[in-house]
């Protein structure tokens, strides 16, 4: 049985669980947004500007060079930097040595590009040009908020099944006594180490985080364990086997009594929603839960044990 407490030095290409032990970068982040209003005082002819290095999290002055952007940190970036910044909207950037770089990473296969988007809000995660939260009149931490609120609030042993940025972790961890997050591709976690909105994933001593498979891991996760999971896994087409009975026994097994799952599917009141909405309930009533209560608000289904 897996310990929650154990690492597997042995085989890290399958599991490893970090305590806290990687902080997130403090870098300086920009994205088109502050890198356009740079622009603007600059032409209006402003010597200072007040702006967000951590993507809205805070603000401070900088000082608005006629040949660039001193920065508070000693960083100075010149304006062709900050012009190639303000013409990007779907990539957020790392100010480093005075030079802009894309906070971008490829997976294990090089077949898929990670990169962080900026939002008006907190940034997604953009996986080969698609973006994995709502960000369709909401914000990616507005979403992480309804699916919370959607499962009932988060108390006791949390799992949740996809890391990615970390923050339904993050969130989980302000009421949960303790949260353990799975991420398959260890590409996302060094996006995530990048990203200010994400820095409790690596800090916050509740959240434990495995690198692994899912579908793999929970089989050896033990029973009872845990009052919630919150499964927001990839689309169908990208991880059937999580959208599985074979799955959906095994979190049943690794729930307490009356214990939840919230299970993120996407728009359940669209054709293709509707669809996956069938086969999700049928299989989570055949593994075992008592009851499947839809969600449309949170666009997923709250299963009960």
Known sequence: MLSLDFVWDDAPQRVRTQNSAAKAAQLPILSYLQARFLLKEFERGRSQAETSLDLGLSTCRVILHPEGVILPQGERPPWQAVIQISQDESVCYRIEQNTAYPIRAFGRDSEQVYSLMPTSRAPTLL??????????????????????????????????????????????????????????????????????????????AKIRSLIGDTFELIQELPTNRFSLILHDPPTFSLAGELYSTEFYRQAFRVLRERGRMFHYIGDIESKMGAGILRGVTRRLLEAGFSRVLRRPQAFGVLAIK
């Open 127 to 204: 996986i080969s040009g698609l973006p994995m939260h709502r960000i369709k009149d909401i914000d990616p931490w507005q979403d992480t908020l309804r699916k919370l609120k959607a499962a009932g609030g988060a108390y006791g042993a949390v799992l949740d099944t996809a890391t990615g940025l970390g923050y339904t972790a993050i969130q989980a961890a302000k009421t949960a006594q303790e949260v353990l997050t799975i991420e398959l591709e260890p590409a996302v976690l060094e996006i995530a180490r990048q990203n200010p909105w994400s820095r409790q994933l690596f800090e916050n």
